[in-house]
């Protein structure tokens, strides 16, 4: 857990090849936060065997939707409770690459080989808009950075 944080960042591995990421409350008392794939996301950073971050295709660049955050994104969890963020498994459209949608980004053409992989949020938000824009504010929302521990994939 961030030490000013109430919520912990987990990044783990799942079978085959494939992430998931959860929030989990480790505070002592219900706790609000913000979590939206395209407007507050969760985001990994993919390092490779040679220390360089492979760098993603955000598809945010071409793909602006038209409604702003909704109320939807907002949540609450209990102590000790936890919410799956994200996902994924990496795919191989090619004979020596992989990729992996992670939310809004890709991470394309990845050769085989071991990453070293972490996970990222920075909660900022705490207002959202209905269907006619009438902005609204969420009181007592969770605001700061989480990172995950990091972990290690090998795509063979």
């Known amino acids: 857990m961030n030490e000013d944080s109430p919520f912990q960042l987990v990044l783990e591995t799942l079978t085959p090849l494939g992430l998931q990421t959860r929030l989990v409350n480790g505070s002592s008392t219900a706790q609000k936060y913000c979590y939206d ?4 996301s969760c985001d990994l950073v ?7 971050v492979v760098e993603a295709y955000d598809r945010r660049t ?3 939707p038209s409604s702003p955050i909704s109320q939807y994104a907002f949540g609450s969890l209990g102590p000790g409770e936890a ?3 994200q996902s994924w ?7 020596n690459e992989y ?4 939310g809004h ?7 085989p080989g071991t990453y070293q992989i972490v996970a990222q949020m920075e909660c900022q938000r705490d207002s959202w808009a209905d269907e006619d824009r009438k902005w609204y504010t969420e009181d007592g ?3 700061g950075s989480l990172r995950s521990g990091q972990i290690k994939i090998n795509l063979p």
């Open 83 to 85: 919410e799956i963020l």
């Open 89 to 95: 498994q990496f795919e191989k459209p090619g004979k």
């Open 141 to 143: 929302i969770w605001k």
């Open 46 to 52: 993919l390092t490779n065997k040679a220390g360089e």
């Open 62 to 64: 071409i793909m602006m």
């Open 37 to 40: 794939s395209f407007w507050q």
């Open 99 to 102: 990729q992996l949608r992670w």
């Open 105 to 111: 980004t890709i991470f394309q053409e990845l050769p």
